[in-house]
């Protein structure tokens, strides 16, 4: 049977091929295929898309089950902050393309793994390095279970290339559309201002702010919270108030970027090898641990998810920080052992990892 091991196993040998250009192929017009990407996009997407079991997987079967015609759902008049394009894909894939609700799920994770792990190898300076800590810092796993916020943010990643040449319009209308899908996407909507080097005002700005939201929690959470429900957001105080902070160890393992980050801060900010991509990629590692900080004593699943929408940043910025601040030989060593570490993490965090699929035989004859 077909694991999450057997996944990631099978995805690190793409990964590397990927990263090495081994499997590919040249078309007429000279462009190259990179058919281990692509292989790695179809191994992921099925293992994730095919799941009949894991979280809210049977709550996303149920609801597409039921779910009414495009027409009858926008009679609803349906909320902007409740993720209404969701539930208008969901019903236009229904009663337009298949009533199939697997076949809906595989699609929905086609896109969303697939957008992840191509933006992931256009960027990261590591990919297979990289693809350890999509696994391990669960935003592979993270498509199981978020799904509408996965979306959101392939949606916001579609647009990257367009912050960085610094064509913010068409960036936030991106970001406004994947709110539609996840509200909370519209987080990113800062991202603009975090397009020039890391560690400069701009981030201890941003530290200060969140340092103050942690120790004023629950008065600023609690007008956050106000604000969401007369804009016709719902969300539980006990959501917040009454639930678990985040491990500590979790906390350590995604500090990580943010401390490399500043240690070599100024090695980072004098080389002639960074740029306007990077900084961003960085600035967004050290977003996701505030982020993930802010549920150190209460609300650490609404916090670690909201940290998802800049954990890419992690994930593409910290093999290049190693190779920039170390020598070659000690950042292969370096690399090394941090993905050692890093697989150990996901073994922790994921060792009881066991889900229900359906066979893509199975599926095809119910189509």
């Keep these: ?8 196993a099978v995805s690190m040998i793409l990964a590397y091929m990927s990263e090495k250009n081994i499997l590919t192929l040249r078309r007429r017009n000279g462009k190259t295929v990179d058919l281990a990407l692509i292989a790695m996009c179809i191994v992921m997407s099925l293992y994730c898309g095919l799941r009949t079991s894991f979280n809210d997987t049977e709550t996303y079967i149920s609801g597409f089950n039921s779910a009414p015609t495009p027409a009858e759902y926008l009679a609803t008049n349906p909320n902007l902050l409740e993720n209404p394009a969701f539930y208008l894909i969901q019903s236009i894939f229904k009663y337009g393309i298949s009533d199939n609700a697997n076949l809906f799920l595989l699609c929905v994770a086609a896109f969303s793994v ?34 509408k916020q996965c979306i959101a943010i392939s949606i916001v990643l579609l647009a990257i290339p367009s912050l960085l040449r610094r ?55 609690s007008n956050f919270l106000d604000l969401a429900d007369s804009l016709g957001k719902e969300i539980s105080d006990d959501v917040v108030f009454e639930t678990e902070g985040i491990n500590l160890f979790r906390l350590a393992v995604f500090s990580i970027p943010f401390l490399i980050s500043f240690i070599f801060r100024y090695r980072i900010k004098t ?28 609300a650490a699943n609404l916090f670690g998810r909201s940290a ?23 950042a292969n060593v370096i690399l090394g052992i941090a993905a050692i570490c890093y697989i150990f993490f996901l073994w922790y965090g994921y060792r009881d990892f066991d889900i229900n699929h359906i066979s893509i035989i199975e599926l095809l004859r119910q189509l």
């Design 1 to 8: 049977m077909i694991n999450l091991w057997t996944v990631f």
């Design 271 to 298: 080389t002639t090898e960074a740029s306007s991509d990077m900084y961003l990629f960085i600035n967004m590692a050290i977003l996701s641990f505030l982020v993930m900080g802010l549920g150190i004593f209460n």
């Design 308 to 330: 998802n929408y800049f954990q890419v940043g992690a994930v593409i910025s910290l093999p290049w920080m190693i190779k920039r601040v170390f020598a070659e030989k000690s």
């Design 114 to 147: 697939s957008t992840m792990v191509v933006f992931v190898r256009r960027y990261s300076k590591s990919f297979a390095f990289s693809t350890v800590m999509l696994f391990s810092l669960g935003l592979y796993i993270s498509n199981f279970a978020a799904v």
């Design 167 to 221: 064509e913010y319009v068409k960036y936030i209308i991106a970001v406004l559309l994947a709110s539609l899908f996840h509200a909370y996407a519209l987080m990113l909507i800062i991202l603009p201002l975090f397009l020039n080097k890391p560690w400069t005002k701009i981030t201890y700005i941003t530290i200060f702010a969140f340092i103050v939201v942690i120790f004023t929690f629950e008065a600023t959470i």
